[in-house]
């Protein structure tokens, strides 16, 4: 698979199951930095290695502006760019 991501970041919600879990791992095939959250931080832990570059999945509520606005102006720094 081509390493077509090398140098972006991608922030997955609902990264601890399914269809958010699976987008994950195909992010990070394409050399993506990948970070993960879930509104279950433990659940998404779990699964996070080797997918996501941050030590820690981000705890996140997609239902919260507040949280949304928070995550999207700290990706690229817990990503290290």
């Known amino acids: 698979m081509?390493?077509?991501?090398?140098?972006?970041?991608?922030l997955v919600t609902g990264a601890a199951k399914g269809i958010g879990l699976e987008t994950a791992r195909q992010l990070g095939l394409l050399d993506a930095a990948v970070l993960l959250s879930a509104r279950d931080?433990?659940?998404?832990?779990?699964?996070a290695w080797p997918v996501a570059?941050?030590?820690?999945?981000?705890?996140?509520?997609?239902?919260?502006r507040m949280q949304l606005s928070f995550i999207a102006s700290g990706t690229k720094y817990r990503a290290g760019q």
């Open 2 to 10: 081509k390493k077509i991501l090398a140098g972006k970041v991608a």
């Open 41 to 47: 931080a433990t659940k998404a832990a779990a699964t």
């Open 53 to 64: 570059i941050a030590p820690k999945p981000i705890p996140l509520d997609e239902r919260s």
